[in-house]
């Protein structure tokens, strides 16, 4: 078997290799300003991406790889896994879908259509008021 990569949450990398760096949100902010020539990035965009509350488009990632210096690569995969699982809390708690305990290779997709259905309801109660 091959060692795949733990996968991890945008929201944690950004927050663990900004900390790393000794920036704060603000810092980030204004770095990712200074870089990209754009000052529409600011503290709280920062601080809703390290919450899980959005994921950096793809303009955003290939700044936060030269001010973070992370991998696009590795911010790309943790912004893909994000969108699959955007109600995850915590990689803990998709590691066993993700581990090999599924089919190899398949990231089940999460959907917010998760419901069962009771199919064994009396269809005389949904009729037509008035239909036989």
Known sequence: MEDRPI??????????????????????????ADVSGQDTVTRSEVSRWERGK???TRHWLRWLTVVLEVPLERLECAATFSRRFRTVKSVADVLPMVDGSAEPGAIPRQTSYDVTVNRGYDRDTFRTPGAK
Not at 7 to 14: A, Q, T
Not at 24 to 32: D, I, V
């Open 54 to 56: 959005r994921i950096p």
């Open 7 to 32: 996968p991890e949450l945008i929201s944690d990398l950004i927050k663990r290799a900004r900390t790393e760096r000794g920036l704060s949100q603000t810092g980030l902010a204004m770095s990712l």
